[in-house]
């Protein structure tokens, strides 16, 4: 609060200045500075809803977002991509359909990130509209849109909209779209991540604001010093949204870690990253707010470390209750790259942490003493009636259907955790399946993308 106080943020749309300005805020539009008092701060921030629900065109796979439900996002972002077949490659928007495709044949990975890599083979002016289209096509499960400037975000819920058979206005009565702001740490709130979150505020939609902390970078290399920075960065912005539209859903969202002080990489699954997923899962809950964090990991290839770094990390998001955890299956490099081998990996280990965070309580059927009885001293419980019945009932769904059908340890027992991954993404995507989307519905997507495209042409959004 002090910093919000005495030394403000640098907010560089004239926009958002003046909205704070008419909230009550001290503002500078020569130095283009905001500061604002604590109780100014606390009241608009009050305003924001703790917990809503997000509906995407297949109101089956609605995003409950709040209290203490956990959802794992897809990669978000690489401008690379890579698997064992092909090799590291620049982003493109065929491997891009592939991942949506990835994603939507495992039940545990609920909601996709701002572009799961980023499509260079596409018209930077133009893309958003053509993996948006991809999105509603490929997947029926919550995506978030492209937050640079305003137009791409009213594009977005103008699709969305159509997808749903809704008009935008029904659409801000129940949100589907949703989108992820970054502040350009420190302390400056650019104009197109600020335009693009008041537009969709103004829509009725969900806006994630995400402070970009690197501790010894973006922030002090002390920990209480960068968290303070990330959440003063974080509080005003969501101020700003609730000034723009009281009321609005917003997610108060951490992405602190540190880096390497020998060569100022990112570095992600490290103990700093842990504690600040916890601290952040705090500040949200002192606020009264949903919360995303991230699963993230710095490994160059899928080994060991691109395990245990994302497991650390997945460690403090899950307990943190993070709301929205985003980049939990796929993620490599620091962020560079997206692996299909680390997204299979990684959703085996989502499968096992969803189980493990299950609220758990027994009646005395559950409990299972009885089982006891039926076997005598030195038996076993293999064959029993207990088992069986359980066993029927998996703990959680398998990667695919015959992953399990291998024939003996030479086909299969032999193989590394990323070779049997390997198996598995190219057996997911053979039994991929389309989810179906009404033909008037497409073709009115479809003609809505080249209508916006013509009216764009070579200009921006």
Known sequence: MRILE??????????????????????????????????????????????????????????EVGGNVLNFGMVSGPPNVHDTVRGRRQGNFSDYCELLKLAQCFNIITFYGNQTIAPIDLAVNTRHLDTCLACIKYNDKVFSSMSIGSARVRDAAQMLAIARGLTVEELAKSPSVITNINVNSPRLLDQEMSDGACALAELGQAVIVTPFTLMGAMTPVTRPAALAQQNAEALLTIALIQATNPGAPVVYGSFTSNVDMRSGAPAFGTPENSWANLAGGQLARRYNLPHRTSACNASNIVDAQATYETQMALWSACLCHGNLIYHAAGWMEGGLVASYEKFIIDVEMLQMMAKLMEPVSFSDEEFGLEAIDD??????????????????????????????????????????????????????????????????????????????????GDGEP
């Not at 009550?24 to 020569?30: I, K, L, Q, R």
């Not at 921030?45 to 509906?55: C, I, N, Q, R, W």
């Not at 029993?384 to 024939?407: C, G, I």
């Open 6 to 63: 005495e030394q403000g943020l640098k907010v560089l749309s004239d926009t958002a200045r003046g909205r704070l300005r008419a909230a009550g805020a001290e503002v500078d539009d020569g130095e283009q500075m905001v500061k604002m008092d604590r109780h100014l701060v606390t009241d608009l921030v009050s305003k924001a809803p703790a917990k809503f629900e997000l509906t995407p065109r297949n109101p089956d796979h609605v995003l």
């Open 375 to 456: 076997v005598g001293p030195g038996g076993h419980f293999f064959g029993s009636d207990h088992t069986m019945e359980r066993y029927k009932t998996a703990f959680h769904e398998p990667l695919v259907s015959d992953w399990q059908n291998y024939e003996n340890w030479e086909l299969a027992g032999s193989k590394t955790a990323t070779e049997r991954a390997a198996d598995l993404w190219q057996q997911a995507l053979k039994e991929y399946e389309e989810p179906k989307l009404s033909e008037d519905r497409l073709e009115e997507l479809e003609a809505y993308v080249a209508r916006r495209k013509e009216e764009i």
